[in-house]
């Protein structure tokens, strides 16, 4: 008999060796391959030719009303462009206990009190347990819970309660009898993922499915697990802080510019009405080192305070530590301090850190950054009622940004009076004093003489 071929497979990236390898040439990872068996059938033309079918054409497609039904979170559904779509498969990945959990059952039971019968298949918990979240969070009404692995039991029992929506929690725990490997290899997540996604567009079943994240952050197993889907949602957050924001990564059926965001309470998560508000709350004005930025987060502005810290250092190499802003980000802002604005700092400890656990990635926070490490290298506090936002170049040059007018609202709105901004801004009017520069240089005199 001949031997059963096999080839090895990455479970970090799906990248495929014909041999062993202790380290993936694709993902750099160590210790990843698993074997797969090849398909015992031989490649080439199949024995059994398929039949043709009749086609559609685009024009007589009927779109039925209804499509689209809201979940009843609103930053949820604001997220998803509007609510869920029917047929639709979405894949939300996290951290371990950053919410993805929760909120889905908080999702689940606003959708069973409305009416619509939810499939609830808890592959990391008991029943019990997800009872006992449920009762914590207030979720109770149209729930049914379906405690399973095997993909083929969940689909045949979804074939015979026919329910309208299926949450799957999650999906590195499923398998496929058909194949070999445990659950949340390659090939099981590959095989079970087609298999729900097919179910649910054969039967017009939406589908929810939970995915775990690497270390890196992006969603575990093979990148065609992101591909089959119509969704892909990411929860962030730092699980010591309050907030987390639910942010879209792909979306067939809406805009990946919107983003939700939630409070962790003892009840569950909760929506956040205010939150520049609630990212403000407890700010101490006065001291130096402290900065506001209007922030983008999709398509709403958020105010958040970028604060420093710089000490005489002791050390050979000065410390330069961040959270919530790249680390290559602030050290080029000191880079251009000492260059551009004769600030030195070289000889300096610098801590930077955006309150409140959220992290910004945008270019605007160059300016604030640059301001924030001035003030407190200078021990000279910035006046309360300015805020900052723009990207400084290598140069020195403060360049524009995109979303002025929304940024400078929302700093009006929430009492701030100065407005510091690239010089195409200035001529923006929305209720406050909008001041532009040009330089780095520019902007540390006029906000600290």
Same mark, same amino acid.
């Given at each position: 008999?001949?031997?059963?071929? %096999?080839?090895w #497979?990455? +479970?970090?990236? @799906?990248?495929?060796?014909?041999?062993?390898?202790?380290r993936?040439?694709? *993902? &750099? !990872?160590f210790?990843?391959?698993?074997e797969e068996?090849a398909p015992?059938?031989?490649p080439?033309?199949s024995?059994?030719?398929g039949s043709?079918?009749?086609?559609?054409a685009l024009?007589?497609?009927?779109v039925?009303?209804g499509?689209r039904?809201?979940?009843?979170?609103?930053?949820?559904?604001?997220?998803?462009g509007?609510g869920?779509v029917?047929?639709?498969?979405v894949?939300i990945?996290g951290e371990?206990g950053i919410?993805k %959990?929760?909120? #889905?059952? +908080?999702?689940a @039971?606003s959708?069973?009190?409305r009416?619509v019968?939810?499939?609830?298949? *808890? &592959? !990391?918990?008991s029943v019990q347990?997800?009872?006992s979240?449920?009762?914590?969070v207030?979720?109770?009404?149209?729930?049914?819970?379906?405690p399973?692995?095997?993909a083929?039991?969940?689909?045949?029992?979804v074939l015979?309660?026919?329910p309208?929506?299926?949450i799957?929690?999650?999906?590195q725990?499923l398998?496929?009898?058909?194949?070999?490997?445990?659950?949340?290899?390659?090939g099981?997540?590959?095989a079970t993922?087609?298999r729900l996604?097919? #179910?649910?567009?054969?039967h017009d079943?939406?589908?929810?499915?939970?995915?775990?994240?690497?270390?890196?952050?992006s969603i575990?197993?093979p990148r065609?697990?992101e591909?089959?889907?119509?969704?892909?949602?990411?929860?962030?957050g730092?699980?010591?802080?309050?907030f987390?924001?639910?942010?879209?990564?792909?979306n067939?059926?809406?805009s990946?510019?919107?983003?939700?965001i939630f409070?962790?309470?003892?009840?569950g998560?909760a929506?956040?009405a205010q939150p520049?508000?609630?990212?403000?709350?407890?700010?101490a004005g006065g001291?130096s080192g402290?900065?506001?930025m209007?922030?983008?987060?999709?398509?709403?502005?958020?105010?958040?305070?970028v604060?420093a810290?710089v000490?005489?250092?002791y050390?050979?190499?000065?410390?330069?530590l961040?959270?919530?802003?790249d680390?290559?980000?602030?050290?080029?802002?000191?880079a251009?301090?000492e260059?551009?604005a004769a600030?030195?700092?070289?000889s300096?400890?610098?801590?930077?850190?955006?309150a409140g656990g959220?992290?910004?990635s945008e270019?605007a926070?160059?300016?604030p950054?640059?301001?924030?490490i001035?003030?407190?290298?200078?021990?000279?506090?910035?006046g309360?009622g300015w805020?900052?936002?723009?990207?400084?170049?290598?140069?020195?040059d403060?360049?524009?940004?995109?979303h002025?007018?929304?940024?400078?609202?929302e700093?009006?709105r929430?009492?701030f009076?100065?407005?510091?901004?690239?010089?195409s801004?200035?001529?923006?009017s929305?209720?406050?004093?909008v001041?532009?520069v040009?330089?780095?240089g520019e902007?540390?005199r006029?906000?600290l003489g």
């Amino acid at each position: 008999m001949a031997k059963p071929r %096999s080839s090895w #497979l990455c +479970q970090q990236c @799906g990248h495929i060796e014909p041999r062993w390898v202790g380290r993936c040439s694709a *993902c &750099g !990872e160590f210790g990843t391959f698993v074997e797969e068996m090849a398909p015992s059938t031989a490649p080439g033309p199949s024995a059994r030719a398929g039949s043709a079918r009749a086609v559609t054409a685009l024009a007589d497609v009927a779109v039925t009303d209804g499509l689209r039904f809201p979940t009843g979170i609103r930053e949820f559904d604001t997220v998803l462009g509007g609510g869920l779509v029917r047929g639709s498969v979405v894949l939300i990945g996290g951290e371990p206990g950053i919410g993805k %959990s929760t909120l #889905l059952l +908080q999702a689940a @039971g606003s959708l069973g009190s409305r009416g619509v019968e939810v499939l609830y298949v *808890c &592959g !990391e918990e008991s029943v019990q347990q997800v009872r006992s979240r449920a009762d914590r969070v207030g979720a109770r009404a149209g729930i049914a819970l379906l405690p399973e692995v095997d993909a083929s039991v969940i689909e045949a029992t979804v074939l015979a309660e026919r329910p309208a929506v299926v949450i799957v929690d999650s999906i590195q725990t499923l398998f496929d009898p058909g194949l070999d490997g445990v659950p949340g290899s390659v090939g099981q997540v590959r095989a079970t993922a087609a298999r729900l996604v097919r #179910l649910a567009k054969t039967h017009d079943v939406t589908l929810i499915v939970v995915g775990h994240v690497t270390k890196e952050g992006s969603i575990a197993g093979p990148r065609v697990l992101e591909h089959v889907v119509d969704t892909v949602l990411y929860f962030e957050g730092d699980s010591d802080h309050a907030f987390r924001i639910v942010r879209a990564a792909k979306n067939r059926f809406g805009s990946v510019a919107e983003v939700g965001i939630f409070e962790m309470t003892e009840e569950g998560l909760a929506e956040v009405a205010q939150p520049s508000t609630a990212l403000l709350a407890g700010r101490a004005g006065g001291v130096s080192g402290s900065i506001v930025m209007p922030t983008m987060e999709g398509s709403r502005s958020l105010l958040v305070e970028v604060q420093a810290l710089v000490t005489p250092s002791y050390l050979q190499m000065p410390r330069r530590l961040s959270v919530g802003i790249d680390t290559a980000r602030v050290l080029q802002a000191l880079a251009i301090l000492e260059r551009r604005a004769a600030i030195p700092l070289g000889s300096h400890d610098v801590y930077v850190s955006v309150a409140g656990g959220v992290r910004v990635s945008e270019p605007a926070v160059d300016l604030p950054l640059s301001l924030a490490i001035a003030s407190a290298l200078r021990d000279r506090a910035i006046g309360a009622g300015w805020v900052a936002f723009g990207e400084v170049g290598l140069t020195g040059d403060i360049r524009g940004v995109p979303h002025t007018q929304p940024r400078i609202r929302e700093a009006a709105r929430m009492g701030f009076t100065d407005v510091l901004a690239p010089k195409s801004a200035k001529g923006a009017s929305s209720g406050a004093s909008v001041t532009g520069v040009a330089t780095i240089g520019e902007a540390v005199r006029t906000t600290l003489g």
